[in-house]
C-alpha cells in the first residue's frame, strides 16, 4: 500500500545532541511537511517542500532543519534539542498542483524524547 | 486569515449514543474542510473531508459532515458511538488556492463509556 512511513517511531536523545528523524513515501507526492505536536495540542507546522522548493514558517526555531535530497525522503534534523523540543514530529504529504484539493496525509509520528 | 474553534476540549458519550463535535471555522476564500482523528501514540488519519461538492460529506468508521456557510459551520456526527471512537478528533481548513496549508482547531477527545 502506498503510505507515509517515519523512522524511528520513539527517539530518545540527550540535551544538545543532534538527533535526524526520517519520513519517507510512496504516494508521490510533490510537497511533505513537518509538523511538530505536543501534548494535548494540535499539530503545528514547522516546515513544508514543494519538490526541492523549501518553505520554513517564520516562527520555526532555527535550531530545526530539513532536508529533501529526493521526491520520496525528507529529514527533520534538530542540531541541539532543548527539553522544550520533546514532542511528537509529523511528517505529511500532500499531492501538488491542485490535484487532491488540500488533502494532507499523515505518517504514524515519531515520538521524540529529550533527556 | 483562516481559523478554526472546535467547541469542547472533552465530549464524553455512552455507547451507542449520539456523537455530535462541533467546528466553526473563519476563511475569507472558499475553503476546503477536513476531519482528522488521532489515536494515542499515531499519526493523523483523514476522516472526511468537503471540497466544493455535495455538502454533506460522508467517510469512514460511520462518520459524517455537514458543510453549512451560512453558520460557518462543519460539525461532525456519527449515530451511534462505538469504544472503539474513543481518540482525539481534529477539524482544519484550508484554503483551496497557494500552499494550502492547513490550519488545525485545537481538538476534541472524544470519550465513550460503556
Known amino acids: 500500500d502506498a503510505m507515509v512511513i517515519q523512522n524511528p517511531r520513539y527517539q530518545v536523545t540527550q540535551f544538545g545532541k543532534p538527533v535526524t528523524l526520517s519520513c519517507s513515501q510512496t504516494l508521490n507526492h510533490n510537497v511533505m511537511y513537518w509538523y511538530q505536536q505536543k501534548s494535548s495540542q494540535a499539530p503545528k507546522l514547522l516546515f513544508h517542500y514543494y519538490d526541492k522548493d523549501f518553505n520554513n514558517e517564520a516562527d520555526t526555531p532555527d535550531n530545526f532543519q530539513s532536508r529533501r535530497p529526493n521526491t520520496s525522503f525528507c529529514f527533520l534534523d534538530i542540531r541541539s534539542p532543548g527539553l522544550g523540543d520533546a514532542a511528537m514530529y509529523l511528517c505529511?504529504?500532500?499531492?501538488?498542483?491542485?490535484?487532491?484539493?488540500?488533502?494532507?496525509?499523515f505518517g504514524p509520528g515519531t515520538r521524540l524524547t529529550v533527556l | 486569515a483562516q481559523s478554526v474553534t472546535q467547541l469542547g476540549s472533552h465530549v464524553s458519550v455512552s455507547e451507542g449514543a449520539l456523537v455530535l463535535l462541533r467546528c466553526n471555522y473563519s476563511s475569507s476564500v472558499p475553503p476546503y474542510l477536513f476531519w482528522y482523528v488521532q489515536y494515542p501514540n499515531q499519526g493523523l488519519q483523514l476522516l472526511l473531508k468537503?471540497?466544493?461538492?455535495?455538502?454533506l460529506v460522508k467517510g469512514i468508521n460511520g462518520f459524517e459532515a455537514e458543510f453549512k456557510k451560512s453558520e460557518t459551520s462543519f460539525h461532525l456526527t456519527k449515530p451511534s458511538a462505538h469504544m472503539s471512537d474513543a481518540a482525539e478528533y481534529f477539524c482544519?481548513?484550508?484554503?483551496?488556492?497557494?500552499?494550502?496549508?492547513?490550519?488545525f482547531g485545537t481538538g476534541t477527545r472524544l470519550l465513550v463509556s460503556p
Open positions: 468537503y471540497t466544493s461538492a455535495a455538502t
Open positions: 482544519a481548513v484550508s484554503e483551496n488556492t497557494g500552499f494550502q496549508k492547513l490550519v
Open positions: 505529511a504529504t500532500r499531492i501538488g498542483a491542485g490535484g487532491g484539493k488540500g488533502t494532507q496525509y
